[in-house]
């Protein structure tokens, strides 16, 4: 998000987000939904475009991004998840109103681990908007800027909770998942429960760059979100502040995998793992 909106601001373009949530939104969209096996979060994608079909959009951007910028040296490999990659073809093909109402639909296969190699194929699909190619090095230049400010900001807040938790002897709970878990439709009020019991929540990606593994991972350490997940494991394990809840939305191929091993991860610390 905070890439593509500073991305987008900065060459001019007015920029609309879909932002409702909720039982609603999922029903704008269920009619064209073609799998019951794909995630709760990926189902709500349908709704979130009829949404801005609605809203008189007639230009959507929703990229397949195939590679995340790589985070940590010691991973197998720096992949977006499946549904993440693939989706926008599966929107483009069973949303009929993107045919209905002539919406120019832009879904490019693009990754976000070289910014140069990103500003040519973005020169390339934006090619009929007539902007130079120094505009659009600059734009992505700022955007990989405020991405960097974006994940300093949320490092900078864990370490203050967890100087707040040392201080005065509390106890915090990283409650660790997708981004898409922020959506309070998705994490069903769970991180305002843990706060009414008197505890900090921390988001992964808040503490995940604090240690390095230690021990050998006996899955493929090839998906970003997964990698945070582990390092996240890892500092929660030797840190006696901190506990961890994994937040796990049905349908996620992915999570199958990370469950097992991020609880032997706390398990190897002696915590207890909670999904």
């Not at 309070?184 to 990606?205: Q, Y």
Request: aromatic fraction near 10%.
């Amino acid at each position: 998000y905070p890439f593509w909106f500073t991305f987008f601001s900065s060459l001019g373009f007015r920029v609309i987000l879909s932002a409702p949530s909720g039982k609603n939104l999922y029903e704008k969209g269920l009619e064209t939904i073609p799998s019951e096996a794909a995630c709760y979060p990926a189902k709500l994608v349908h709704g979130h475009i009829i949404d801005l079909i609605e809203k008189g959009v007639n230009t959507i951007f929703y990229p397949s991004i195939v590679y995340e910028r790589k985070e940590y040296k010691d991973v197998n490999n720096h992949y977006n998840c499946p549904i993440v990659i693939s989706y926008p073809e599966v929107i483009k093909n069973n949303v009929d109103e993107i045919k209905k109402r002539n919406i120019k639909w832009l879904s490019p296969f693009l990754s976000l681990d070289n910014k140069h190699v990103l500003a040519r194929r973005l020169m390339e699909e934006l090619k009929e908007y007539k902007i130079s190619f120094d505009e659009i090095r600059q734009a992505v230049d700022k955007a990989w800027t405020e991405r960097d400010n974006y994940k300093k900001d949320i490092q900078q807040k864990g370490r203050q909770v967890l100087e707040y938790l040392k201080a005065n002897n509390k106890r915090g709970v990283v409650l660790c998942g997708k981004p898409y878990h922020v959506d309070p439709e998705i994490n069903h009020g769970i991180p305002e429960l843990i706060i009414s019991c008197g505890m900090a929540v921390l988001t992964e990606d808040s503490i995940s760059h604090l240690t390095p593994l230690k021990q050998k991972l006996r899955v493929v350490d090839q998906w970003v979100y997964n990698s945070r997940l582990y390092r996240a494991a890892t500092y929660v394990a030797q840190e006696p502040h901190l506990e961890m809840i994994q937040l796990n939305s049905f349908g996620c191929g992915l999570d199958a995998v990370t469950s097992d091993q991020i609880a032997e991860i706390l398990h190897s610390g002696g915590k207890i793992y909670t999904m």
